[in-house]
Structure formats: C-alpha cells, structure tokens
C-alpha cells in the first residue's frame, strides 16, 4: 500500500510535495522492517537529497532527515557514513536550536553512542561528559535524558578502564530512578565483571525489591537476570528473581522480545537448580532469537552448566567447545571489556561471564564462589 500511495503521490502532487516526502518515508521504514535494507536505504538518501532541496539546508526537516539517514546507515553496517551524518546533525542542531535545546543534546547523546559503538571511545567520552554537564543544567538532576547520558558516561568510564567512575555513576543512576532497571541491570554486571561481590550482593537484592509486583515484562526480566548473574547461597532472592522471571514470560507472550524474557527465565531456573527446565527454555531462547542477537552466546553457556548438573558431562563439553569458538573473544585487558576496539554491552559482559564460569565448572577446578 505504502509503494502505491508513493506513485500515486508523484504522479498526483509532485516529486518534490510535502506529502510526498512523507510517503516516502514511511515506505522506507515499510523496506527496512521487511529487510530490504538496500532499498530503505537508497529512499532515505533519496528523502534527504529532496529535503535539502525543498526545505533548505538548514531546516528541523532537513535535520530529521539527516538523522534518520545516519540511524539507517548505522543499522546496514555503514557506520562511518552514520557518524560523519550525526556530526552534520549536531553541528546543525546547535545552529537551528541552541546549544542546550533538549532536542540538541538528545543529539549528542545520539553522537555519544554512535561514536561508542565504532570505536571513537575517546570522542565519546568527551561528548559524554559535556552532555551529562548540560542535561544537568537544563533538564535537572532526575531527568530521562539527564539518567540517560550518565549512564551513557559510566559506559565510557568503563571502556577506558575507570571502572570505579563507572560503577559511581550508575549507582547513582539507579539510586535517582530505582525502577530503572537497566541502570541496575549495567551496575549489576560491571559489579559482577570487576570481582566487587559485595557490592554486586546488594545491588541484587535491591534490585529484585524495587522491581517486585511490577507491570512491565522488560522491567520483571532486567531485575531477574541483574539477579542471576552469580551464584548465591541466599535462597530468598534467588527465588523472587525466579519469580520475577516467570512474570516477564507471562506479561511478553506476545512481545517480540520474548526470546529475551525466556532467557531471564532460564538464568533464574539454573541458579535455583531447575537445570531441566533451564535447558529446556534457554533452548528455546536460542531457537527463537536466531544468530543476530547475544541471547544464544548466553544462553549455551548456561545450558552447558545445566547439561552438567544433570550428569551429561559429554554433552556439556560438546556444546561448551561449540559457544567458546562463537564468543565475543575475551579482552586482553578485562579493566577495559572491549572488543575490536569497541565499547560492549552488558549482554557481551553477561556472556563473559557465563563462559568463565562453566568453564570453572567443567574443568572440577572448584565451585564458582556464592
């Protein structure tokens, strides 16, 4: 329908018609969402060309194309061409809003992520920390966007070694907003990543508590698998993670998140020795994300210590050979996860994480300390 109404929109009202641009952008979404990158791609470059044209070049139309453009590179590997856009973005952004319009600095924190994710970690970090100045400034101290850039902040601390900035940050984070449990879920795993069990402990339980008789299947998922990272001898948590894990199931039926809230199920089910049905769900986990995302690096290595615990030693091995040659490969230096140069997510620490300890487990070299 969307390739329709842009014929007829040419054909009607003109190439160049406010309505026009519209359908072709959406169509391009319709492209994108269907996986036919070229094509949503070579629409969007279309799109901005004519909005440059129309609009001018410095026009909020012609900026919104410029970002939408640099997302699309992004997201079809062509991430130079994205940074080089959102520069243009900012650059115009500062020009048309101000320096410190909301709308300037959700662009930073846009350029922040993209120069993280390619590698710019020293770039990111100076735009981190100009970012997180100014949305405390504008938009206060408790602010989404304020929240967003700190954590944004700690993920660069982190990738340059300043764990300890880091963890500060988020917990702070997270002590501003408890119920935002990706905070918690990012302070989880670097507490757990850095060796600070005290700290992860009480991160952990206080995370399960915040999140208890929530609505939100994202919100019961982060709080279980920020739970289930490590193991415990506190019967109590480990059971209200289970819980909060099976909620996130029962609340994303239908979401297309799914394979992720039956991960969170399977980290809750092994570290309460349901190790079948642990198998059975990250299975399933695995079948059902495919290859594109990090559920099925996590998943196997909690299935090989499941496989293990049901005295299928033989097959834990199998499989454990099979994820170690598929991992992330293991920073050289684990104060700065990186890899390939690049800042990663928690996913890849959580996977880490996984992998050494199943192997301490396959190796009989001593249980992985509560």
Not at 20 to 34: E, G, K, N, P, Q
Not at 220 to 226: D, G, T, V
Not at 275 to 296: K, N, V
Not at 297 to 323: H, T, W
């Amino acid at each position: 329908m969307r390739e329709q109404l842009l014929t007829l929109s040419r054909k009607v009202l003109g190439p160049e018609n406010r309505d026009t641009l519209i359908a072709m952008y959406y169509l391009s979404f319709s492209y994108f969402s269907v996986g036919r990158r070229e094509e949503a791609v070579k629409l969007q470059e279309q799109l901005l060309a004519l909005r440059r044209k129309v609009n001018g070049p410095e026009n909020p139309e012609t900026l919104r194309a410029i970002q939408d453009l640099a997302v699309f590179y992004f997201n079809a590997g062509r991430q130079d061409e994205a940074v080089k856009l959102e520069e243009e973005a900012l650059t115009l952004s500062r020009k048309l809003k101000g320096p410190e319009d909301p709308s300037t600095l959700r662009v930073m924190i846009s350029l922040g992520n993209l120069y993280a994710t390619t590698g710019h970690l020293e770039e990111a970090l100076k735009l981190r920390e100009e970012v997180l100045s100014l949305c405390r400034k504008v938009n206060g101290p408790e602010h989404r966007d304020t929240l967003s850039a700190m954590e944004g902040l700690a993920d660069s601390y982190c990738a340059v070694g300043r764990g300890t900035e880091a963890i500060a940050l988020l917990a702070k984070a997270f002590a501003l907003d408890p119920k935002d449990t990706l905070a918690s879920l990012n302070l989880g795993t670097l507490q757990a990543w850095l060796g600070l069990d005290a700290d992860y402990e009480a991160t952990r339980h206080r995370v399960v508590q915040q999140a208890e008789g929530t609505d939100e299947a994202s919100t019961a998922e982060r709080a279980a698998k920020a739970a289930s990272l490590r193991p415990s001898t506190d019967a109590a948590v480990l059971t209200n993670a289970l819980a909060l894990a099976q909620r996130a199931v029962e609340l994303g039926k239908s979401d297309p998140n799914l394979p992720w809230y039956q991960l969170g199920l399977g980290l809750a089910e092994y570290r309460t020795g349901q190790y079948a049905d642990a198998e059975r769900i990250l299975t399933l986990a695995e079948q059902t994300a495919g290859e594109g995302q990090e559920i099925p690096g996590i998943a196997r290595f909690y299935r090989v210590m499941s496989l293990f615990r049901q005295d299928k030693p033989e097959e834990a091995r199998k499989l454990f050979s099979q994820a170690e040659a598929q991992m992330p490969p293991l920073p050289r230096d684990e104060s700065k996860p990186l890899v390939d140069g690049k800042a990663v997510s928690h996913d890849v620490l959580i996977c880490w994480l996984a992998y050494k300890e199943a192997k301490v487990l396959l190796n009989g070299s001593g249980a992985p300390r509560p």
